[in-house]
């Protein structure tokens, strides 16, 4: 049987990669023997393992070694190998395919950090420059692009401290979670990121202005709590439309009754917003006084707002191209240090691809399935609260300095 030694180090025991890794081999047909273990003496000692693993052909064993690969298992080290792309937008053959986790490449005898690691990408190596991560379509023809898993080096996340705000929660999805030290500990998070100098994204759907939860987020924003927020034509508009005519989806905010032909004041909000050129213009004309667009205008809160097949006008500043919509999305993700997703499946998974494993995740919503689908596809570093969007925004104002939501309707 063809078979290679590979190194397994790290907090490789507490964390269950030992278990996973060995797991992994005996599930996809292959065998294995450890022959070297050492195991850490303290919490913050590694452990190491050198594990020889068969399989019944070559080809079983190369797939093998790429799924372990995945949670940190080396390789014999050896240079990576570069390709050069065919084409613009096309990759060569058996292109290394990037997982969210810190990733390093051999290249020239040294190890090197791969730059804005995300997931489903490709590692390009241009000549005098570091090493990156690269979506499909920003690759040019003859890049030269990493091919295989040979001079790879993926480093899984590591276990959480005990002292970690998030260290009661386990990887589960549950709606039995302790709901108010959920937020307590992300808004603690928020605290931290801003010490650390980090950025604080926030992704979110229109149901956070069905629900009445939009002065909440306003309050968030205006407190200076968000950085970056990542949304659709939805969440604008209907927030617009509740700061034009007090409406969200013609449902009065305040009283919870329709109104008559409410349902076109979406339309209308669209309408006006058009008319000044954006919402910028909208806001230094005075036409657009409060809400979560205008606190983002006059906070200086970046924003992306991505469209879909189904957005009505859309608004001027949506973008409607997908991938152009993914590179502006993309160009924010830098420094960022904590991530809130709150109710919006595709939004959240959509960034939970770009985000690096680092990024602490919390996606909010109250239906299970969206946390499920967002961690399913590998957001591994994300937890999940299954509750109301309108509670969790409410407490977070309440948890955060400044973010005092008295006067705003």
């Given at each position: 049987m063809p078979s290679e030694i590979v190194h397994l180090e790290g907090h490789i025991i507490d964390s269950l990669?030992?278990?996973?890794?060995?797991?992994m081999i005996l599930r996809e047909g292959g065998e294995y023997h450890i022959q070297n273990f050492v195991m850490g003496a303290t919490r913050s000692d590694a452990s190491h393992a050198d594990i020889e693993i068969s399989?019944?052909?070559?080809?079983?064993?190369?797939?093998?070694?790429?799924?372990?690969?995945?949670?940190?298992?080396?390789?014999p080290t050896g240079e990576v190998h570069l390709e050069p792309a065919p084409a613009n937008g096309v990759l060569p053959?058996?292109?290394?395919?990037?997982?969210?986790l810190p990733t390093r490449i051999r290249l020239n005898g040294v190890w090197q950090a791969v730059e804005n690691i995300e997931m489903d990408c490709a590692v390009v190596a241009l000549p005098n420059k570091p090493p990156r991560c690269a979506p499909m379509h920003r690759v040019l023809k003859g890049d030269p692009v990493v091919v295989g898993d040979t001079g790879v080096h993926v480093t899984p996340v590591e276990r959480r401290a005990p002292d970690d705000v998030f260290s009661f929660m386990g990887s589960e999805v549950s709606t039995e979670r302790p709901k108010e030290l959920v937020v307590t500990a992300i808004a603690q998070a928020m605290q931290e990121a801003r010490a650390a100098k980090q950025r604080i994204l926030f992704v979110g759907g229109p149901a956070i202005l069905h629900t009445g939860a939009g002065r909440y987020l306003e309050a968030v924003i205006r407190a200076g709590w968000i950085d970056v927020l990542f949304a659709g034509n939805a969440l604008a508009t209907h927030d617009i439309e509740r700061s034009l005519f007090g409406t969200s989806l013609g449902v009065e905010t305040s009283t919870g009754n329709a109104v008559a032909h409410g349902h076109e004041n979406h339309l209308r909000a669209i309408n006006t917003i058009r008319a000044c050129g954006s919402i910028r213009s909208a806001v230094e004309q005075g036409v657009l006084k409060n809400g979560i667009m205008h606190a983002c205008i006059t906070?200086?809160?970046?924003?992306?707002?991505?469209?879909?097949?189904?957005?009505?006008?859309?608004?001027?500043?949506?973008?409607?191209?997908?991938?152009?919509?993914?590179?502006?999305?993309?160009?924010?993700?830098?420094?960022i240090g904590v991530a809130l997703m709150v109710a919006t499946t595709l939004h959240s998974v959509a960034t939970g691809n770009m985000l690096p494993a680092s990024v602490r995740t919390l996606c909010v919503d109250s239906d299970p399935d969206t946390v499920i689908k967002l961690m399913d596809r590998g957001t591994h570093q994300a937890f999940g609260i299954v509750t109301d969007c309108e509670f969790f925004l409410k407490e977070l104002a309440a948890h955060l300095p400044g973010a005092n939501h008295d006067g705003i309707s």
């Open positions: 990669t030992l278990s996973k890794v060995l797991d399989a019944p052909d070559a080809a079983a064993l190369e797939r093998i070694l790429h799924s372990t690969q995945q949670h940190g298992v080396q390789r053959e058996g292109f290394y395919a990037t997982t969210n906070h200086n809160v970046q924003y992306v707002l991505a469209g879909s097949i189904r957005d009505d006008g859309p608004l001027p500043d949506v973008l409607t191209d997908a991938v152009q919509a993914q590179d502006a999305m993309r160009s924010h993700i830098p420094g």
